[in-house]
């Protein structure tokens, strides 16, 4: 064999681990940033009336609130590119740390905020390390866990976003009470929560190894094979004698992969593959992001719903929002990505419309329009965390963080940008009708994701990474698809 070569079994050894408590300590070491995320944009939301009353100290507008959500989203987009860039380059331990201690910064100074521009910033920060573990938890994640379950388990650790919202709706519903503290100090102390949370996670995540698909195509063969031992010894005192390993991998380790060499292969390697994250992306992100930021102010403006009382409707909108990745998941590794998808995309944007119509003819309460959104979400949960699980698998391991944030980054700034901006204009302009257009497009823009994916959806139910897309440094590969 050349010398220059590397053959290895990593990817079919990890691959027919057994689930196992090693398994579960990776879960909660890495997923849990999606808590995080999910407290961050629900504390947003519920406390978007509160921050424009006088008293609050900030005094935001509408506009305003919109804007901060805009700028959490931005920070997200470029951190993404950023910590995505170096993730590939560095590696996947480093940057989930590096991350995570920025967010912890940034969280606690978005509660010492006095005036719009300094909270701002903070939002921005805080929005630009939660970008960045995207792209890093991700990519590690699915190179940690067995392909036979690797759908199930993505989406639901992206829908633990929902159990961070759930928290954050149940806090706001204490801490903006006025009775118990005053205006501007309850939304301070909400903010603060996000920081004790992430210290938590710091202590846990310490122990998740790095990646040894990482390692071994950046050379680090010996120590990729320390990791995996190790990882195997844990799960055999568990579980016993583990089944034989599968295929070799034979590669040619490289030390970095450029940014023209990542263009070659979105563009002209994979051109249909990047147009289907292109689509998932830009339609999930609209939806969230134009919804939730402003969730609050349309309660309150257009049903009269105290800010207080904001929590209460967001309780139920994130259960929906957790269950449904949770009893869907499995059906991604059985019935297949493509089927799944493809429905979760099409019927959320189904059901929005069929909400929109009732809310803009005048025919809904506060409480009939969080049915609907439950009932909404349930699938478009499912079909949120599709596109993180659809980007990760169909791209080459020494890209896999970058495409991940850049496919963020695109659909996001498209998506989570515009739809907050464009929410908080129409609720400001204070009529239904305008609302009403803002779900139209978000509804529009998912069920045209849910077609792409049926036309060119990639089948990735139960395959290894390598064989979805085999990594760029492997001695044959493919093209279009394995």
Known sequence: ????????????????????????????????????????????????????QPESGLRLSAAEVGGAASAYVTGAVLGAILFGYLTDRLGRKRMFLLTLALYLVATVSTALATGAAFFFACRFLTGAAIGGEYSAINSAIDELIPARVRGAVDLI?????????????????????????????????????????GIGIVLVRRHVPES????????????????????????????????????????????KTSLAELAVTLAKTYPKRTVLG???????????????????????????VRDARVGLFIIPLGLGNFLGPLLLGRLFDRVGR?????????????????TAVPFQLGLLTETTLTVGWVVIFFFASAAASSAYLTV?????????????????????????????????IAIEIGTVNAVASGYYLGAILMILAGVVEWTIGVEAAQKSLEHVAPPLSAVKAHAEGP
């Open 338 to 354: 493509r089927v799944m998808i493809s429905t979760s995309f099409v019927l959320s944007g189904a059901l929005l419309i069929a």
């Open 157 to 197: 650790i992206n829908g633990s976003f929902w159990i961070g919202a759930i928290a954050g709706a149940a806090v706001s519903i204490v801490l903006l009470d006025p009775a118990r503290f005053a205006p501007n100090v309850g939304w301070r102390l909400a903010f603060g929560l996000g920081a004790v949370l």
């Open 278 to 304: 292109l689509s998932l992306f830009i339609g999930q992100a609209f939806l969230y992001n134009a919804i939730f930021f402003t969730q609050a102010l349309v309660l309150s403006k257009f049903f009269g």
């Open 212 to 255: 040894p698909r990482w390692l071994f195509t950046h050379g680090r063969l010996a120590e990729a094979e320390r990791i995996v031992k190790g990882i195997e010894e844990q799960v055999e005192q568990e579980k016993g004698k583990l089944p034989p390993a599968g295929d070799m991998l034979v590669i040619r380790p490289r030390p």
């Open 392 to 424: 990760s698998e169909i791209f080459p391991m020494e890209i896999r963080a970058m495409a991940i944030a850049l496919f963020y980054a695109v659909g996001t700034g498209i998506g989570g940008i515009a739809g907050p901006l464009l929410f908080g």
């Open 1 to 52: 064999m050349d010398a220059g070569l590397v053959r290895t079994d990593i990817p079919s050894r990890l691959d027919r681990l057994p689930w196992s408590s090693w398994h579960w300590r990776v879960l909660v070491g890495l997923g849990t940033v999606w808590i995080l995320d999910g407290l961050e944009v629900t504390i947003v939301g519920a406390l978007g009336d509160r921050l424009t």
